[in-house]
């Protein structure tokens, strides 16, 4: 399943974790209330596991340290908007 | 199968208060396995299932949201991580998967919850960052505030147990290890915890026999299984065999014959063999442990912590609320010197949700006077109620973690604010309270000297001034065997704040676990810390210990110490030197 989502550069973007504790719970939760609003499932991948972006234990569980490289990934064109403010929020480091 | 057979297994793991035990084994676990019902229900009854859930979670979800209206505006960084907290009732992991698993397998809303947030949990399992780890506590505790309205019970029923068993749990609770009552357990073993985590302070001031941190114990031990508890070898022996179970037989009347005759002579002084005399005190907790304290013959409180009522609570209390605890106990205690510690808050005391939930070190993160400095009002409302507790009695003014100059400045700002307060509502209060720091962090003992100009005395917490000395981790097991009071490194740093003190003529007691154990004394004693407070079941021994010390010798044993380089010569020149002394202090 991992390797297809290279493929679909339409609907994935990379970006870097840069807040310094990592995603801990508060920057978890933000991600999980945006991937929310999704039509469909929103994946975040670390390290070749995938996570439900839509579950904040699910994210928490993919142990995210400060200088991960992650994917973002939605399934559909209807989602590119919420994909955008993910990572929008990411890389904003979450407000930290 | 299971392995109730006759094949005789031992668990090593970390003796968590001394004394044998022997019984049959009854397991808990945090959502209470023998609790919960499990039955399989039709198309309709799922669809009620379903509905049931998420009353449950409702339910739980406005009893969070109550928590978080009750505190404090300014306690912004904190509502955020309950927030954050609140999120979990309704992740999809936990929530539509309980959800899917009810209309899928067709069984009842508990049973489901069960599963789901055991999955979930078991996702935690192999990841190393403690904080990540302790992150399934808290699904643990979301999914057991949602149980608990589905089955109308209110977490672990420890108090309802009514056979005499020893419990065999993942992890305990301080409030779960309160309820137990000890007509009706005899010991407990628990997979997580360390000899200084919280639920092994109160099991060894209940004086019953535990073993903490043993890993995997509640997946070897069936319930019903004969189980040896050996708090003081720290192990534990399943199903054992014929002559394992008659030695140890005569081991625990031994150790009980000889528990008798030290709480005989427990109620007279600890003079040495030289005529010095030495002032044991208690550190409690709870108001109820005033009991144990004096019947174990406690000339006073030496540490009175003050978590718990925070934590019981899941509130800050009022003013009013801390004041009659604590003159409750200064009352009972009267006219022996009750020393109260302000709020030392940290992840391992306090609800976890509210207080450490973003911290990825939280030993070293905003805890106790850094959280009060930060929380002025909190820190005020605390610090006048001591005040005001100070007029029953004799109370003296403990401030935790104290690292530098400018935090004792700030404390005594705002002990000046309280008193100013207290006068202009008129409410009766002592001025004459002592005012104290804990010795626990290394910087203090550098700058000891200075900080003495501002205080009355300095109480040295073992606990934390080795953990942080050591740069230790004590809740993390591979480092726990570098946790050793004796390590040259430590008493060097004890005899610098003897010194400092000393210069400038204030008192010095120590409130550490290391004052409990036997072993250490000759070395405490060389170092002359006259006041030492420990767990009241500590008490007699340490007395019997001192009454056959000779100060003299105990200042060369001091001399001797400091010549060596590491914990285990320390150790074993003690042990050497006071064997007939030791044999039976938990320690063997």
């Known amino acids: ?96 | 199968m299971g392995n109730s057979g006759s094949e005789q297994v031992v668990i090593n793991g970390i003796g968590g208060s001394p004394g044998i035990c022997i019984g049959k084994a009854y397991i808990v676990d945090r959502e209470g396995v023998d609790v919960i019902k499990r039955y399989r229900v039709d198309e309709a009854g799922a669809a009620q299932e379903i509905n049931r859930f998420k009353n449950a979670v409702e339910k739980a979800r406005q009893e969070h949201a109550a928590v978080i209206d009750s505190l404090d505006d300014d306690l912004g960084s904190e509502l955020n991580i309950l927030e954050a907290h609140m999120v979990l009732y309704k992740d999809k992991m936990i929530y539509e998967k309980t959800v899917d698993t009810i209309n899928n397998e067709k069984i009842n809303a508990e049973w489901a919850l069960k599963k789901v947030s055991r999955q979930a949990r078991l996702r935690f399992k192999n990841v190393d960052d403690p904080y990540l780890k302790s992150r399934a506590d808290d699904i643990a505790q979301v999914a057991e505030k949602v149980m608990s309205h589905l089955t109308g019970v209110q977490d672990i029923k420890i108090s309802e147990i009514n056979k005499r068993v020893v419990l065999v749990a993942h992890d305990l609770s301080p409030a779960d290890t309160s309820q137990i009552q000890l007509e009706q357990i005899q010991g407990f073993v628990t997979d997580r915890g360390g000899k200084d985590s919280h639920t092994s302070i109160i099991a060894k001031s209940l004086r019953i026999p535990s073993v903490v941190g043993l890993g995997k114990a509640t997946a070897g031990v069936a319930n019903d299984d004969l189980i040896i508890v050996d708090g003081g070898g720290g192990k534990i022996i399943i199903n054992p065999d014929e002559e394992t179970l008659i030695r140890y037989e005569e081991r625990k009347v031994r150790f009980e014959r000889y528990h008798a005759g030290l709480e005989r002579s427990s109620y007279l002084p600890a003079v040495t063999k030289d005529g010095e005399t030495y002032t044991l005190l208690s550190n409690i907790e709870l108001v109820e442990e005033v009991v144990s304290a004096r019947d174990n013959g406690a000339e006073g409180i030496g540490l009175f912590r003050t978590e718990f009522l925070y934590l019981d609570l899941k509130r800050f209390p009022t003013e009013e609320e801390l004041y009659s605890r604590y003159k409750e106990v200064v009352e009972l205690m009267a006219p022996a010197p009750v020393t109260i510690r302000t709020l030392d808050i940290n992840g391992d005391k306090v609800n976890p949700s509210l207080f450490s939930l973003e911290e990825a070190n939280p030993a070293l993160g905003l805890r106790a006077v850094r959280f009060c400095l930060k929380n002025p009002q909190v820190f005020l409302t605390q610090i006048k109620a001591i005040l005001r507790a100070g007029a029953s009695g004799n109370v003296k003014l403990l401030i935790p973690m104290i690292s530098c100059v400018s935090e004792i400045v700030q404390v005594r700002e705002i002990i000046d604010q309280a008193v100013n307060e207290l006068e202009k509502e008129n409410k009766e209060f002592s001025g004459k309270v002592a005012l104290g720091i804990m010795i626990e962090v290394p910087s203090a003992v550098i700058v000891a000297e200075k900080l003495a100009e501002y205080v009355d005395f300095f109480s040295i917490g073992t606990n934390d001034l080795i953990q942080y000395s050591m740069a230790i981790d004590r809740r993390n097991r591979q480092v726990a065997h570098l946790y050793q009071p004796l390590e040259p490194s430590v008493i060097h740093m004890i005899r610098l704040t003897r010194e400092a003190a000393d210069k400038k003529g204030i008192d010095l007691a120590m409130c550490g676990e290391m004052a409990g154990e036997p072993v250490n004394i000759p070395i405490l004693m060389g170092l002359d810390i006259k006041e030492l407070s420990m767990n009241p079941g500590s008490i007699p021994t340490v007395k019997q210990m001192i009454r056959n010390l000779d100060s003299s010798e105990t200042r060369k044993d001091l001399e001797k110490a400091l010549t060596l380089s590491t914990a285990r010569e320390v150790r074993q020149m003690i042990s050497d030197k006071y064997k007939e002394l030791l044999v039976f202090n938990g320690q063997e």
């Open chain 1, 1 to 96: 399943m991992e390797n297809t989502l290279e493929e679909n550069s339409l609907y994935t973007r990379r970006v870097t974790i840069s807040n310094s504790l990592g995603m801990h719970a508060r920057p978890a939760a933000k991600i999980a209330e945006i991937a929310g609003k999704a039509v469909h499932n929103v994946w975040i991948i670390n390290d070749n596991s995938k996570a439900d972006a839509q579950s904040v234990i699910d994210i928490l569980s993919l142990c995210i340290i400060e200088g991960s490289l992650v994917t973002v990934e939605v399934e559909s064109a209807n989602d590119v908007e919420i994909l955008d403010e993910i990572i929008k929020l990411i890389e904003s480091g979450f407000g930290e």
